[in-house]
């Protein structure tokens, strides 16, 4: 056993229902879902944050979330949307450091909420001055 839960289910070291498999990437049934049909995503290697990923390892990582999305509306679960989920970093709240998305089958009623607040409005300007350095970081 690891000290990473995510790398014991891609290692097979305790039990997984496996979704799919490539050499990158990894794709089992949550045990706790919020809905049937729940599906977690990860790189095989272990990688805690998403500035961590690769560019490449997070391409793959995306194609398999569109195809796995797919899959799960025609699975025959309870699914009339999809709701994807990333938490990057603690606060963010994230539960297990290992990058990992979460395919969440959604249908009218079930129950899933996230709860927001908005406490506050920027105005433009604040919204343009943070558009232009997020701009200056990525360029």
Do not use: W
Not at 77 to 87: R, Y
Request: net charge negative; hydrophobic share 40%; with cysteine.
């Amino acid at each position: 056993m690891s000290n990473c839960t995510l790398c014991d289910l891609v290692a097979r070291t305790i039990p997984v229902s496996v979704a799919y498999e490539d050499s990158t990437i990894f794709a089992f049934m949550d045990i706790k879902p919020v809905n049937y049909g729940h599906v977690l995503i990860v790189p095989k290697k272990h990688i805690v944050y998403l500035a961590e990923l690769d560019e490449d390892t997070g391409v793959e990582l995306f194609k398999v979330t569109m195809k796995i999305a797919q899959a799960v509306r025609h699975s025959g679960v309870k699914c009339e949307a999809v709701n994807l989920f990333l938490a990057d970093g603690e606060a963010a709240g994230q539960e297990e450091f290992h990058v990992h998305m979460h395919v969440i089958p959604r249908y009218e009623d079930d129950r899933f909420a996230l709860q927001i607040d908005y406490p506050t409005r920027p105005t433009r300007e604040d919204l343009d001055k943070i558009a232009e350095r997020i701009r200056s970081l990525t360029s």
